[in-house]
């Protein structure tokens, strides 16, 4: 037990981070100061450094720029190739493997020994590796290190321990599998060609042996030339020269004929008896124009030529479309017989693989299935049905859909929130795909003990909302909701898109939802929010909307003030604030930028719509246009159920909303929260130009508004905010403050005063700074970008990421571009049951509220009690409360009661409005509270506050507003996310910081549990989409397409093997045709081809040690240690080699009966030739 003892009432200390009017805390970190009046706090911290370890548990979506696809016929999983370097293994649903390798290297090629749980890849930098895939986290075995060329093409054949890899100087080498050591024999590409060929062959394309022969290789190069190479003799039996590059080779399954693709769109069949000229050349796009000639295609990148048993055999292949039509999607052609498909297809086409029943390739093929890897999308067409539909894919592919733009994460949801999701959302489910099951079904998947709901809700640049069902390392579409729906479309030529070169008007910019009441709020990028709630009814309904005027008069020119006494507000006609009543206008009325005011972004649907069952928008808030200047867009959200309150803030100020009532009760500057309890000196502003102010509209603030408490604020349509906001007036010790942090000449703390690089700053005079506001010429709005995605020097690239990275999140929930000389926003807002006031005695209804300044204020609320009274009376604000200070930032709220326990925040219990009326059970609101002091008998009143900036994090005993604690999370940094998360049946502060350290604090002493450097910020993706959840599990979206889960509890961590799914299983490799006696007997020794003769020390001696370096793994290793963890691990592994021992017996036991039939067959044959020919004479035969 962790005991401390602190002081409730009259701890007075000073510190740099004191406030006025509030008791301060000491500034060391965890060093709580004795007072006078001895009161004890026993709190038992049960967490501790050991409970917490950070790794990578699985990541979902599509791999980022495929670039490989290799599928293993016998285990049925399949690898995907990326060119950063990593590797994807799917299998049945559940298994889903991400492997990386440390190079970074692109992926070029995958090999997969067919059942035997091992994986090559070959990458960019010349590298072999092999993957040891019979653990649930694959490893590298071997690799080997190509010194003096490039790798370009592998060819491993069917059970063969020898790795065919050509090279880009038409080189062709052997690497035993076993040992990943390279052999001597090499064919080199002078050997290969005729002396007499005066050019070079190019690279190698195309490696693979004959299905009537495994003795010969066939030897495709990029320049035309095609050599079948007889190993045994090391002399090509026959040369191929065409004038066209050839792209691939496949073989007929009988080893007499093979097709190619060349890069004029055409394909060639060969025959091995005549190889001077191809038998058949065809161009299945090219067709013959008025003058005879064929139009030009494009090339055909690869083609598979299978056979079939029932029907003619499928020749597959990509490209090869004319020239002559623009536009025309990529494609995948199917021929079959005299019919010809063309599969047109979203994205350009990587790689594509046929799907065969058989592993053999002198077989008959069969293929079932064709995999399609394209550069955004993986699909799956069934062969087996005339129209080739495709399969559903199992996987969530289309995470990347529309550009993700925000992230939440709700672990151990309600039970049946899922379920009721699903089936809302199969309603709307695609139709068409094939009846057959998913082809790719292999390895084994079980769900573990472990297990509990989770949701992931993920936004998109499209205005739409996707939840997922995230339980048990899965990740399943749910329930998808479109927001743009509740608007009208804008026109073209016309709306705020075109005028401030806005591409996405709907993007969503952060969402909030609460799934005990099912209430469900998105913010957009147009300064606009939707409240949705949920019902298993469609419905009519005539969409309510909002509009708010939470705007600061520009101002051209900030000048200090001359009368410093009065912080607040300015002298008498200073400026004046112009009392404002709104007026319907129409969006879509074409005014110029300077008389366009009172208008939102976007135009919300004006007549009934039907609405079906699922979320249902409720009301719509948006913020309207200001003399010709856009509204800011929204920095922070929170809404509380109970309550019946939504509350939103950004750069401009803070307004809150019933409802319930549709109404706005709160709408007010940041400045004119404070009241009389403003922290800082403030400058005035110089009187703005043509205009007239009058002192009575001067003293409107906050201390005068909030003079009688019990005044009620009920203002619909009319904002109080036509103050503008003061420049503050930073002194000597703000312009030193600790939120500014320069490192290597730039900003790195988005809360930073702007700097030129390289140069110091230069602290202010004693008349403060002169800055000028935003002038015409200047742009009226900033697309949605964070103010850390502007000052952090980072190397972002632009590319085609560009249109994610646009809708950068801050380093707090906010994502506005923030003007931080001139505003303080509002960064983070909680609603929860507290202490306005050091008098209260009990907890009552707050708004907590934070701003970019590291102020933070309490705000209490007076909210009817009684149904129909809240429903007809208005919610009363009082005078704002508590305020304090942190350094940098604020991020998060939380609260504690005097045990250490995490205090919920009160909801309402769902309740459809839409289901018919009951009489004998009239429906009426349900409220759960969670009391700061129902849990507390031995202390009675008060609760802790968590209270977390970007660089600070303190506690807080309420209602004294006591600082209990302090620490300093980061110095050299700042935190990007902070969440108060529960783990381990206990509680503790979890931050992710830019630098890209993960850190958790203990509860309430803020004592460092884990600090791990685990993952650099490189770009503000992660930033924008990092979140935490409870029982140690986060999230952040790792490229455009995936999202990467981590857990940092130690417990997950050592249950992680048995959550994951099980890539190898032990299965019986399938039994070869029966070729026959005769066929056997007289058709070559293909069977007796021993390629460890030829190619094995003995024979073939050492390669050169300059050509390539063997670097050993610790695949093995970790292998072992994975397997011997425990018992299971152990049987598991007894008996898998049981298993592959018997099969080889087996194996063994097949081939020589094979081989007593045989001779049993000979030794008859032979017995009846000699009674034939035992009595005739010589001139008889």
């Known amino acids: 037990m962790k005991k401390f003892r602190k002081v409730l009432d009259g701890l007075t200390t000073s510190s740099p981070g004191g406030t006025m009017g509030s008791p301060s805390c000491g500034s060391a970190a965890g060093t709580p100061t004795a007072a006078p009046t001895p009161k004890e706090i026993d709190v038992q911290e049960t967490l501790v450094s050991e409970n917490f370890q950070l790794c990578k548990t699985v990541r979902h979506g599509f791999p980022y720029q495929p670039t490989s696809l290799a599928f293993d016929p016998v285990q049925k999983i399949l690898a995907i190739g990326s060119r950063s370097g990593g590797v994807r293994i799917l299998g049945r649903p559940g298994v889903d493997c991400y492997c990386q390798h440390e190079s970074g290297a692109a992926v070029l090629q995958l090999q997969f020994l067919i059942n035997e749980g091992a994986l090559v890849t070959a990458c960019a930098d010349d590298t072999l590796h092999l993957w040891n895939l019979r653990q649930r986290r694959p490893a590298v075995l071997h690799s080997l290190k190509f010194n003096r060329e490039r790798i370009t093409f592998c060819h491993l054949p069917f059970q063969s321990k020898w790795l065919y890899v ?87 399954h009988e080893g007499k004929q093979f097709m190619c693709s060349h890069s004029d769109g055409s394909l060639t069949l060969w025959n091995l008896r005549n190889t001077t000229k191809p038998f058949q050349l065809t ?129 151990d949801c309600p039970p049946d929130i899922i379920p009721i999701l699903y089936s809302i959302g199969a309603k709307n489910k695609k139709t068409g795909y094939s009846h057959k099951e998913w082809p790719i079904a292999g390895g084994t998947w079980t769900l573990g003990s472990h297990t509990y709901p989770e949701i992931i809700i993920t936004g998109h640049a499209d205005g739409s909302i996707k939840f997922w069902d995230a339980s048990a390392f899965t990740l399943q579409m749910l329930y998808k909701l479109k927001t743009s729906k509740v608007f009208e479309k804008p026109k073209p030529g016309e709306g705020r898109a075109v005028e401030l070169g806005e591409e996405d008007p709907f993007a969503v910019q952060m969402v909030s939802w609460c799934p005990h009441s099912r209430i469900f709020c998105v913010v957009g990028i147009s300064a606009h929010i939707i409240l949705y709630r949920f019902s298993k009814y469609d419905a009519n309904t005539q969409i309510v909307s909002l509009e708010v005027r939470l705007q600061c008069e520009p101002e051209d020119i900030i000048t200090p003030s001359e009368n410093e006494n009065n912080p607040c507000f300015s002298e008498p006609g200073s400026h004046s604030p112009q009392p404002h009543h709104q007026y319907p206008v129409s969006p879509g009325s074409r005014t110029p930028d300077s008389a366009r005011d009172n208008i939102p972004c976007l135009k919300v649907k004006d007549k009934m719509v039907r609405v079906p069952p699922g979320y249902q928008s409720d009301l719509v808030i948006q913020l309207l246009w200001v003399d010709g200047e856009p509204p800011q867009q929204i920095t922070s959200l929170d809404l509380n159920s109970a309550y019946g309150l939504l509350a939103f803030g950004n750069c401009n100020g803070l307004a809150v909303v019933d409802y319930l009532q549709k109404t706005v009760i709160l709408c007010i500057s940041t400045l004119d929260l404070y009241g009389a309890t403003d922290p800082y000196q403030r400058l005035s502003r110089s009187p703005r130009r043509n205009r007239q102010s009058t002192s009575e509209h001067c003293m409107r603030g906050l201390s005068n508004f909030y003079s009688d408490s019990k005044k009620r604020i009920r203002t619909s349509y009319q904002s109080l905010t036509e103050l503008t906001d003061n420049q503050q007036s930073i002194d000597m010790e703000r312009s030193k403050s600790p939120t500014s942090d320069h490192v290597n000449g730039h900003c790195t703390s988005p809360t930073s005063q702007p700097c030129s690089a390289g140069k110091p700053r230069i602290p202010m005079g004693p008349e403060g700074p002169r800055l000028t506001r935003r002038g015409p010429g200047r742009p009226p709005f900033r697309k949605a970008q964070s103010a850390a995605c502007m000052e952090i020097s980072l190397p972002v690239s632009h590319t085609e990421e560009s249109r994610e990275n646009s809708f950068s999140r801050s380093r707090s929930s906010s994502v506005s571009s923030i003007d931080r000389d001139t505003k303080e926003a509002i960064t983070t807002l909680q609603f929860g049951e507290s202490y306005g006031r050091k008098s209260d005695v009990l907890p009552t209804p707050c708004l907590w509220v934070g701003t970019s300044l590291g102020v933070v204020i309490l705000i209490p609320l007076s909210i009817p009690t009684d149904h129909e ?92 507003q006591s600082c209990l604690f302090v620490h300093n999370i980061t110095e050299s940094s700042f935190v990007l996310r902070a969440d108060v998360v529960s783990l381990c049946n206990s509680v503790c502060l979890a931050c992710f910081c830019a630098n890209g350290h993960v850190m958790t604090l203990s509860l309430p002493s803020l004592r460092p549990l884990m600090d791990v450097n685990y993952l650099p910020l490189t770009d503000m993706r992660i930033a924008r989409t990092f979140c935490f959840t409870n029982e140690g599990q986060a999230l952040y979206l790792s490229s455009p397409t995936e999202i990467q889960r981590i857990t940092y509890s130690q417990e997950m961590c050592d249950n992680l093997q048995e959550m994951l799914g099980e890539l190898f299983t032990p299965i019986e490799t399938p039994e070869a045709q029966n070729r026959g006696f005769l066929k056997g007997f007289f058709g070559g020794n293909a069977h007796t081809f021993d390629r460890e003769e030829l190619f094995g020390e003995a024979a073939a001696g050492k390669a050169s040690r300059s050509l390539a370096q063997h670097i050993p793994g610790q695949g093995g290793v970790e292998g072992m240690k994975v397997a011997a963890s425990g018992a299971v691990g152990e049987l598991a592994r007894a008996r898998i080699a049981l298993d592959e021992r018997g099969q080889r017996l087996g194996e063994l036991e097949e081939r020589t009966a094979l081989m007593m039939t045989s001779a049993e067959t000979f030794s008859k044959h032979a017995h009846e030739l000699m009674l034939k020919c035992k009595d005739k004479k010589w001139y008889q035969f």
């Open 869 to 960: 009274e809240r429903m007809e009376d208005p919610v009363t604000v009082g005078p704002s409360g508590a305020v304090q200070m942190l350094k940098g930032s604020m991020l998060r709220f939380g609260f504690l009661d005097c045990n250490g326990a995490l205090i919920q925040s009160p909801y309402e219990v769902w309740r459809d409005l839409n289901a018919p009326e009951d009489p004998d059970r009239p429906r009426r609101r349900k409220l759960v509270h969670f009391s700061p002091s129902s849990s507390q008998d031995a202390f009675g009143e008060g609760h802790l506050a968590i209270v977390c900036s970007e660089r600070q994090a303190k506690v807080f005993l309420m209602p004294s």
């Open 166 to 252: 050509g090279t880009e100087r038409g080189n062709t080498h052997i690497v035993n599998i076993e040992s990943f050591i390279l052999s001597g024999y090499v064919i080199m590409w002078n050997k290969a060609i005729e002396l007499s060929t005066k050019t070079h062959p190019g690279p190698v394309v195309h490696l693979s042996d004959s299905p009537k022969d495994e003795g010969k290789l066939l030897i495709g190069f990029e320049g035309g030339t095609i050599v079948q190479w007889d190993l045994r003799a090391k002399k090509a039996d026959f040369r191929i020269y065409y004038d066209e590059a050839i792209h691939s080779v496949s073989w007929h």
């Open 283 to 411: 161009f299945p796009h090219g067709k013959i124009q008025k003058d005879g000639r064929k139009e030009s295609c494009k090339p055909i990148l690869k083609v598979e030529y299978k056979t079939t048993r029932s029907s003619e055999p499928f020749v597959i292949f990509s490209g090869g479309l004319s020239y002559d039509k623009a536009g025309r999607r990529p494609a995948l052609t199917i021929m079959h017989g005299k019919a010809i498909t063309v599969l047109e297809m979203d994205y350009p086409i990587v790689e594509f693989m046929v799907l065969c029943e058989t592993p053999y390739n002198n077989e008959v093929q069969d293929p079932y299935a064709v995999v399609v890897l394209l550069e955004k999308d993986l699909i799956v067409v069934d062969l087996t049905q005339s129209n080739f539909p495709v399969f559903e894919n199992p996987y969530p592919m289309d995470v990347h859909e529309s550009p993700v733009t925000c992230t939440a994460y709700f672990a």
